[in-house]
């Protein structure tokens, strides 16, 4: 028995990566008697060595969304696996057998945050520098536009009922791996530990994998201890908020009155 080409092996590798994605989401419809699944994201993995540093990886070699509707229309014993997830918009390893990755789909559910239409603030900062002359709304807004500068997608809430979510950014980066809840307190004084505690609570009921509050002043001692010890918490203050401005929006903006200095301790 002649062993088989590697053109050949190839081949048969990328047929059955295909096959194996397709049954997968059909595996995941079928055993939803009741139809409360709409639709699966699959993100396809395998586990091996990276030659080149010996460590364990799991790269990325087929990705796809297809809703319950889309995918009932198949006929699964009649197509060709390739072309089948060609037609539902997947995305395939170039290189399958030799195992090179591709970014995986992240889909988020925003359905639970009350969303508005976004407004541009960037472009009358010109005219208006002084960060806490800024409506609070204008501020928000201005936070949402920051962070899709730094090339997240991000959408501010609605005033009413937002449980302490002023925006929400996620991306789609697999290492950032879920949604960022947002607080933009435009404050001229210190912002006290509570509004990090009510933060970090927000952060846990949404699920979210990150909670980050913004402001125009500073924090105090205790809001700092509390967010390094929760872990999913980022405090930005006046100066660093400044410099972010400057660096992703290009504008240079002052953010509102500094610290007091604390008198050394005798």
């Keep these: 028995m002649l062993p088989r080409s590697e053109k050949e092996r190839k081949e ?3 047929s059955v990566l295909a096959q194996v994605a397709l049954r997968t989401v059909h595996e995941v419809l079928t055993s939803d008697p009741d139809r409360i699944v709409n639709g699966v994201i699959l993100n396809g993995h395998v586990r091996t060595i990276d030659r080149a540093t010996g460590q364990e990886v799991s790269p990325c070699l087929v990705t796809l969304s297809a809703s319950r509707e889309q995918f009932g229309k198949l006929r699964l014993s ?6 089948c997830l060609s037609g539902l918009n997947a995305l395939v390893s170039p290189n399958p057998y030799d195992l090179e990755p591709i970014r995986p789909i992240v889909e988020f559910d925003l359905s639970k945050y009350r969303l508005m239409d976004s407004m541009d603030v960037v472009a009358g ?5 002084v960060l806490v002359k800024l409506t609070p709304t204008e501020f928000e807004h201005l ?3 920051l962070f899709e500068a730094i090339g997240m997608e991000a959408w501010n809430t609605q005033a009413s009922k937002d449980e302490g979510v ?3 950014a996620v991306s789609k980066d697999p290492v950032f791996n879920g949604e960022c809840i947002i607080q933009a307190k435009r404050y001229s004084k210190l912002v006290g530990v509570e509004s990090v505690q009510a933060l970090a609570g927000v ?5 979210a994998a990150k909670g980050v509050l913004i402001t125009t002043s500073w924090f105090g001692r205790a809001s ?3 967010a390094r010890q929760h872990g999913r918490l980022q405090l930005i203050e006046g100066p660093e908020l400044k410099y972010l401005i400057k660096e992703h929006l290009g504008k240079d903006v002052i953010p509102g009155p500094v610290p007091p200095r604390r008198r050394p301790s005798r």
């Design 224 to 226: 700092h201890d509390f």
């Design 166 to 168: 002023d925006a929400v």
């Design 78 to 83: 009649q197509v060709d696996p390739a072309q």
């Design 125 to 129: 900062l010109d005219s208006r520098p």
């Design 203 to 207: 952060v846990e009921h949404k699920r």
């Design 143 to 145: 936070i949402r536009q």
């Design 12 to 14: 048969i590798y990328a």
